[in-house]
């Protein structure tokens, strides 16, 4: 069977040329963004298809946003900026790289979950640990739901219940404070 020129995908009979893992027509192999013919023997790739080094020079490579250095291979697009695969890490201690991972965006830096919260999480009233995700505010804190309880019998302080502060500004329920 006959080879087909992923350019005009007509078979071809003469002079064939292979890059990218496919098949062409010498004149058919031509830059995805000016195409125009790619005659030179370097050339670049971008989603699989072949670029001229000019048009990749000016329209296609990317500034990695953490070394300012010109990135040509692996990249990570994220936060409106293009990082080198092994640069894209956590702003935290941690320093964990983050391609393929749950981050959070602070002050244009990306943090993996655990550091996000340690820093920069509200901490509970009562355990002091960081809160992720719903809180309950009372006594000038945030607290986990079930944290917000009496400092006293320990029982769980209800969202309507009534209750008072001590001087530490913990809670005590109606029931314990006399």
Not at 53 to 77: D, G, H, Y
Not at 96 to 123: H, I, V
Request: glycine letters at 6%; one cysteine or more; charged letters at 35%.
């Amino acid at each position: 069977m006959a080879a087909v020129c992923f350019g005009c995908k007509e078979e071809i009979k003469d002079k064939m040329l292979e890059a990218l893992d496919k098949s062409w027509h010498p004149e058919h192999f031509a830059c995805k963004e000016c195409k125009k013919r790619i005659a030179e023997n370097k050339f670049h790739e971008s989603d699989g298809l072949p670029v001229c080094s000019k048009c990749f020079e000016s329209k296609i490579q990317a500034i990695c946003a953490a070394c300012r250095k010109l990135v040509t291979e692996k990249v990570v697009k994220a936060m409106g900026k293009t990082w080198h695969l092994e640069h894209f890490i956590c702003g935290g201690p941690c320093k964990q790289q983050l391609s393929g991972k749950t981050f959070f965006e602070r002050n244009g830096k990306p943090y993996c979950t655990a550091d996000y919260e340690r820093l920069y999480a509200p901490k509970c009233g009562g355990c002091k640990k960081p809160i992720a995700e719903k809180a309950l505010s009372a006594l000038e804190s945030k607290w986990h739901k079930e944290c917000f309880k009496c400092k006293l019998c320990k029982e769980p302080i209800g969202v309507d219940a009534k209750f008072r502060a001590d001087k530490e500004k913990q809670p005590i329920c109606e029931k314990c404070g006399v």
